[in-house]
Nanobody
Framework: VQLQASGGGLVQAGGSLTLSCAVS????????IGWFRQAPGKERKFVGA????????YYADSAKERFSIYRENAKNTAYLQMSSLKPEDTAVYYC?????????????????????WGQGTLVTVSS
């Protein structure tokens, strides 16, 4: 599986942006796609994840109110829809894939469980 994130850019505070994660290769039912972000000088943090087959969604507490994850299986693409963006949302956003027959919110929040990462896309929110 290979991943390519896109859709980042400059947006004003309060605006919206949708990131895409194009998935290529052999996707299996046990795959899940996660979104992480890394702000300048800070550690990478979990944003949310979605299982590929069932569409079960998991969110970080900081993301559940303003962010939404969904996927279009026919397009092999996962999305991170972000609204009411704040300057503190500025970060490089990464999508990643894990392959596990079992998931829960804690499991998908750990970057170490993902074996494939996209290249990241920069989101800058201006105040």
């Amino acid at each position: 599986v290979q991943l390519q994130a896109s859709g980042g850019g400059l947006v004003q505070a309060g605006g919206s942006l949708t990131l895409s994660c194009a998935v290529s290769g052999r996707i299996v039912s046990s795959h899940a796609i996660g979104w992480f972000r890394q702000a300048p000088g800070k550690e990478r943090k979990f944003v949310g994840a979605i299982t590929w087959t069932g569409g079960t969604k998991y969110y970080a507490d900081s993301a559940k109110e303003r962010f939404s994850i969904y996927r279009e299986n026919a397009k092999n693409t996962a999305y991170l829809q972000m609204s009411s963006l704040k300057p503190e949302d500025t970060a490089v956003y990464y999508c990643a894939a894990l392959n596990s027959a079992w998931t829960d919110r804690y499991y998908v929040s750990l970057g170490e469980n993902y074996n494939t990462w996209g290249q990241g896309t920069l989101v800058t929110v201006s105040s």
